[in-house]
């Protein structure tokens, strides 16, 4: 998940669909984010690189249209709707996320525990 | 260690101003046939006579038994008889004191002559052809006039400098002869009597006619002794003021220490100056205050025979002592666990007294107030009884001598302070206004050891022990102690490190901040 300054960001993404729920009178979605570019990063307690200044997932509120959808906390957002999270503010990843119009996001989501089974089974694939 | 040999009796006199080096030699040579090895290691530094019995002596009065001493003590008792030390000490006393008296001038004395001899010289070479061949002289004008002058003020220059600088009562006598004053009187002496020599041969002898030439003889003469001066003026005060070394002084009793810096001495002039420290800074010398109470040292070392049986028992004493001091210590012993608790109990016991003392000191005060002028006029219904310091001293004592006492004996200060003592300074104390903590600073803490001095100009006896000779420089390393009687201070010497300073440029605008954000918003 650490990136190297000047090289294209590799990652295993798993693809995550959130429904919009409403309720007390906003759309929400169940979940909360820390982190942007204007942000301390050594104090995200979720990432492995200290000085990544990514969005990460803090917070999942249970039974939330997020925890429904697969989201885990901890998860690091690589793009929503289409829009990069990897190189915004904090106020700009909470814009794109809670866009009025829509209804629907689709997140595209990376954890370490998905890159140990991308490698897992390469390592797998090569043994045999 | 090093090989301390008396230096019998004979001590040398610090020259604060110039004496002759042939008048030294003359006496060190007389005396030295006396003393049986040359190279001693251990001289004297006497300051001036000494009291019979000073107030750092050990004194074995009443002991408190709760520390349940059983040793016996051999120490001067009490004001009015003599223990063997100090039998010594008087004997040492009495063939010293007497010539002392006198020696203690002697170098001043042969520094004020050649001073007053070096000044006279001048004066002498302007005079002495006018009075001889008046007549012959040729007839000088305006530029003598003006040598005359200047002459005249450089003399009155000399004179007042030399007054401020070097005649000064010396306040401690050296073991050793001072090697910069000697050198430098030897230089005076030179130069003054190689200008006479010059003058008989040149200006007496063939009766010089030229005025001016001998005016102007004169005139080099005296500026070369300014010159001079300067030179004594750098070497002996102002070379030692720049700091160079450290020295740590540690007090053998009580491991009570301090660090000081000090410039390029020498090694005796190093001692008078840290003596002149010890005696305001370090606290005063109480033997009655121990280290471990003798009741748990002594339960350490009963219990143990040790039988040897191996034929040469010559060689096994240090097997011995070896084993039993193992054998103890192996032995499961709570001597640690005792002396904690007997501190534990005496800072208790302390305070309590301490506490004690403080209230009835204040309670004392608060009968006493000061009447002021106006008052005293004005309230003739209430005739209070006036009273002067003393007697309102005395009147407030009682209630708080008991109190006092006991805290005196608890910290083991009764030694120092005797209830005449105290009563001066209840008196000093109301005299000045003092609030009762004022009064009882000088109780509470120990002091430093110029507080207890009694004033007589008898002097203290030092004696300066070390290895290398006194008149050596500081160096890196060093080690000499300065013994008295009962406890010896230990002086090491370390340079001041070299000082490297850099420099590091900052713009005032480049203090900036950011905050460190860490918001979680909910989505």
New interface residues.
């Given amino acids: 998940m650490s990136f190297i300054p000047g090289q294209p960001v590799t990652a295993v993404v798993e693809r995550v669909e959130i429904k919009k729920l409403f309720q007390g009178g906003n759309l929400?979605?169940g979940?909360?984010?820390?982190g942007g570019i204007?942000?301390?990063p050594g104090?995200?307690p979720y990432s492995e690189d200290k000085s990544d200044k990514g969005i990460y997932v803090?917070?999942i509120?249970p039974g939330g249209p997020a925890d429904e959808a697969g989201l885990k906390m901890g998860d690091k957002i690589m793009q929503v709707n289409g829009w990069d999270m990897t190189m915004v503010t904090?106020d700009q990843a909470?814009k794109k996320?809670?866009k009025k119009n829509e209804s629907v996001v689709r997140l595209l989501v990376t954890r370490r525990s998905l890159e140990d089974a991308v490698k897992q089974s390469k390592g797998g694939y090569a043994q045999q | 260690m090093d090989n301390e040999s008396q230096y019998s009796g004979y001590s040398y006199k610090s020259s604060h101003s110039r004496s002759s080096r042939k008048h030294r030699e003359r006496r060190h040579r007389s005396k030295s046939r006396d003393s049986s090895s040359r190279a001693d290691k251990s001289v004297t530094i006497q300051t001036p006579g000494e009291p019979l019995l000073d107030a750092e002596s050990t004194r074995g009065d009443e002991r408190d038994d709760n520390w349940g001493e059983t040793t016996t003590v051999v120490t001067g008792t009490s004001e009015h008889s003599i223990s063997n030390e100090d039998l010594t000490r008087v004997s040492k006393d009495l063939e010293e004191s007497i010539p002392l008296e006198c020696k203690r001038f002697v170098g001043p004395a042969l520094g004020g002559c050649l001073s007053f001899f070096a000044l006279l010289t001048p004066l002498a070479f302007l005079i002495l052809p006018q009075v001889l061949w008046r007549d012959a002289l040729e007839p000088c004008g305006t530029p003598c006039e003006g040598l005359y002058v200047s002459l005249a003020f450089k003399l009155l220059v000399l004179l007042i400098s030399s007054w401020a600088l070097f005649l000064r009562p010396p306040r401690a006598a050296l073991p050793r002869f001072f090697v910069f004053r000697c050198l430098l009187m030897v230089l005076v002496f030179l130069f003054v009597a190689s200008y006479w020599l010059f003058y008989g041969v040149r200006v007496l002898e063939p009766r010089e006619r030229d005025y001016r030439g001998i005016v102007e003889y004169a005139a080099s003469l005296v500026d070369a002794l300014l010159f001079i001066q300067y030179l004594a003026l750098v070497l002996l005060e102002v070379r030692h003021l720049q700091p160079a070394f450290c020295l740590k002084v540690v007090r053998t009793t009580d491991g009570a220490s301090k660090f000081y810096n000090v410039g390029h001495l020498s090694v005796q002039r190093a001692a008078v100056w840290v003596l002149d420290r010890y005696y305001s800074d370090f606290p005063v010398y109480n033997p009655a205050v121990l280290n471990l109470p003798k009741s748990i040292l002594s339960k350490k070392m009963t219990g143990f025979k040790v039988y040897s049986l191996d034929e040469n028992t010559a060689n096994n004493s240090t097997g011995q002592s070896r084993a039993m001091i193992a054998a103890a210590a192996r032995r499961r012993d709570n001597s640690h666990n005792e002396y904690y608790y007997e501190e534990a109990e005496m800072d208790r016991r302390i305070r309590k007294r301490k506490a004690r003392l403080v209230v009835a000191v204040e309670e004392a005060f608060t009968h006493i107030k000061r009447l002021h002028e106006d008052e005293a006029a004005s309230s003739p219904k209430h005739p209070k009884e006036v009273m002067d310091p003393r007697e309102a001293a005395q009147a407030i004592f009682a209630p708080m001598a008991r109190a006092m006492q006991k805290y005196l004996r608890t910290t083991r200060q009764q030694a120092f302070h005797s209830m005449e003592s105290i009563l001066t300074h209840l008196q000093f104390c109301i005299t000045h206004n003092m609030t009762p903590k004022a009064f009882l600073e000088r109780y509470l803490s120990p002091g430093p050891t110029m507080q207890y001095q009694q004033q007589n100009g008898r002097g203290r006896q030092w004696t300066l022990v070390s290895e290398e000779p006194v008149t050596s420089a500081l160096r890196q390393g060093l080690v000499f102690s300065l013994r008295r009687l009962d406890f010896s201070l230990v002086v090491t010497v370390t340079p001041l490190p070299f000082l490297r300073l850099g420099e590091e440029f900052i713009d005032p605008k480049s203090h900036k901040f950011v905050i460190?954000?860490?918001?979680?918003?909910?989505?």
Avoid at chain 1, 31 to 34: E, K, P, R, V, Y
Avoid at chain 2, 516 to 523: A, D
């Fill in positions: 929400i979605l979940f909360s984010i820390g204007d942000q301390d104090q995200n803090t917070r509120s904090h909470r996320l809670t | 460190r954000l860490q918001s979680e918003t909910s989505v």
